[in-house]
């Protein structure tokens, strides 16, 4: 599929596919996006019901690896110690990747952002002391851990142009990986999605979504 580079509503860079009319992020702020669905309502709401110093985290479609990348910088200043999986059945190539410019909007490393993507697939890197990152490449219905996560990033694309990634079978797998009082988020809020999560076992909270979105979803194990 081709993708094409799209700026989004606060300066920072998707990619579009314009076969399914989709890109990998809100239009309204990649980042802003990021930070108010995965960063304050996954990380940093685990961190306020939890006091372990560290969390492993599931990553579902590890895409263009801002969500990663965030993690690792709140990683970094807080000094927590995370165990990241990326799940990712179509990788990108690097040359897509130097066109996104994170790292200089958010005044951070672009040689630890490459490290993310040209670390090797089903392997546990180090990336620093706190964070190491192992990348998986399969299709999400493979994913067949138990009880082994803290938090799940739920990123996949849209329900309508893949809504195979947002059924009650997706949803189970989720909920199996997840230790006991683990948390799922994603910027969706479709009632599709939510019924199905509910289905599954989720207690599911609708929460205030990110800019140009009105809700956003939480589910708890």
Known sequence: MKRTLLKTGDGSYTLHISEWDEQYHSKHGAIAEALHVFIKEGLYYWLSENSKTEISIMEIGFGTGLNAFLTFLESEKNKLKVNYTGVEAYPLILEEIKTLNYTSLLKASEEIFLQLHTSPWEEKTIISENFNLTKQQKFF????????????????????????LWTEEIFQKMHNALIPNGALVTYAANGNARRAMQAVGFKVERLAGPPGKKEMLRGTK
């Open 141 to 164: 219905s493979e994913i067949t851990a138990e009880n082994t996560f803290d938090l799940i990033y739920f990123d996949a694309f849209g329900i309508r142009v893949q809504p195979e």
